[in-house]
């Protein structure tokens, strides 16, 4: 398994404002998942995408991987208050290992 | 409700003392994980099972750890002799096996733990 690296550490944004979070890893993955966590409460799954696909949508969620850069990218178009939380990536290496490891995440302030 | 529990949400305890937490994953799942987190860090992989199999547990785990998933089910977390340095949050996830293509996790609210 493999730690990702979510950049950056922090994000302050105007609501109605987009926000993009990256995320880079170092060796060949099955997949890649994006998890939010808001303050003091568990993570919650947002996208899951495989190593074979290069862009997912979820409502107002875009995930784009490029395997060739080993890195991938949360958008998050016209941001909410209700948005403010810690992102984090998790990339599912190829080894037999079942376990998520996590960064220290990026922590996105959605501003009223 | 058909996520994953986890109890107690709090549990203030006295250096020294012993703690146990439980786990109730989502019914079908047959992984169970369990992570540590502190203030500002992600979570920290402890340990995961395999229906009662215990399959990896991380170096951070120390000899005063221990989990269990007796029967495939719940799980429980014991730290004996706490410290002021467990003081944290307990993490627990579970997910459905099946190809390394579709192992979403799906966590609990926590328990946050205090070691006074």
């Known amino acids: 398994s493999q730690q990702g690296e979510e950049d950056p550490q922090a994000l302050s944004i105007q609501e109605g404002e987009n926000a993009t979070m990256n995320c880079s890893y170092k060796?060949?993955?099955?997949?890649l998942q994006w998890y939010r966590q808001n303050s003091g409460r568990g993570l919650v799954h947002l996208i899951l995408i495989r190593s074979n696909e290069r862009e997912k949508h979820s409502g107002r969620l875009r995930v784009t991987l490029d395997t060739s850069k080993k890195s991938s990218s949360l958008l998050i178009t016209a941001s909410r208050a209700a948005d403010t939380a810690s992102y984090f990536c998790?990339?599912?290496?190829?080894?037999?290992?079942?376990?998520?490891?996590f960064g220290s995440g990026t922590r996105l302030l959605v501003r009223p | 409700d058909t996520g994953v529990s986890q109890d107690p949400r709090h549990k203030i305890t006295k250096r020294g003392q012993n703690v146990t937490f439980r786990c109730d994953p989502i019914?079908?799942?047959?992984?169970l994980y369990w992570y540590r987190q502190t203030l500002g860090q992600g979570p920290e992989f402890l340990t995961y099972?395999?229906?009662?199999?215990?399959?990896?547990k991380s170096r951070l785990l120390s000899d005063r750890f221990s989990a269990e998933r007796p029967k495939g089910s719940f799980s429980t977390l014991e730290i004996q002799r706490t410290e002021q340095g467990d003081s944290a949050m307990y993490l627990c996830?579970?997910?459905?096996?099946?190809?390394?293509?579709?192992?979403?996790?799906?966590f609990g609210q926590g328990t946050r733990l205090t070691v006074v």
């Open positions: 996830a579970s997910s459905l096996s099946g190809g390394a293509m579709n192992t979403e996790a799906f």
């Open positions: 099972f395999q229906n009662e199999a215990q399959l990896e």
């Open positions: 998790a990339p599912r290496g190829m080894d037999s290992s079942y376990k998520l490891i």
């Open positions: 060796t060949s993955i099955n997949n």
């Open positions: 019914s079908e799942h047959n992984r």
